[in-house]
């Protein structure tokens, strides 16, 4: 099978990643999408995020509502810092089975050079980019970069400006699933 491998630290996971996971299972070429709850972006410093157990409960919450999309601890038991390109091969390592490709938002594009083997996993795995408002792409992509079509749904919403939101009390239904928004309630998560 060929598995989008749509990684982040989903804290929280909220209606713009529920959006690309449901649609790029769906339209964007593969067979599964695998959210990967991650620990640390190493490109992120200043926010340290939850604990694993609720990411990874929030990300399930989504993937039990979109076909074909599946909620993967995988990266979790991976050594920091956290690379995309050893968190790949390793999956191609324990899933020879599988082909995977990365599913980025047009932000990661951009910040590419950043990355550590980005030349490698573009090589390796190739990349499906999910248009984000905001973010003007160059005309002239590199090898093994897919971006997807026009007319793909988008939303701006970042987990930051969630987190501040409920910090300050605000209530932050329709930017996360409602799941995901009674969950973050339940469990008392981000107040200051």
Request: a negative charge; charged letters at 20%; aromatic letters at 10%.
């Amino acid at each position: 099978m060929r598995i989008g491998i749509y990684s982040g630290s989903f804290d929280p996971i909220h209606t713009g990643h529920a959006m690309v996971a449901n649609y790029v299972s769906q339209w964007g070429g593969v067979d599964e999408l695998w959210l990967m709850v991650s620990r640390l972006n190493p490109l992120k410093a200043g926010h340290a995020p939850s604990e694993d157990v609720h990411r990874m409960a929030m990300a399930g919450l989504v993937a039990a509502k979109c076909r074909k999309v599946v909620v993967s601890d995988f990266e979790l038991s991976l050594p920091l810092p956290s690379y995309t390109y050893v968190t790949l091969c390793k999956l191609r390592e324990h899933y020879p089975m599988h082909e995977f490709v990365l599913v980025v938002g047009a932000d990661n594009l951009l910040s590419l050079d950043k990355w550590r083997n980005p030349e490698e996993i573009l090589k390796e795995f190739g990349m499906i980019v999910y248009p984000r408002p905001g973010y003007e792409l160059p005309v002239s992509l590199p090898e093994g970069v897919t971006v997807l079509g026009d007319g793909v749904p988008e939303a701006y919403v970042s987990s930051t400006f969630i987190r501040d939101s409920v910090a300050r009390g605000k209530d932050v239904n329709y930017f996360v699933p409602c799941e995901v928004a009674e969950y973050i309630r339940n469990n008392n998560l981000y107040k200051i």
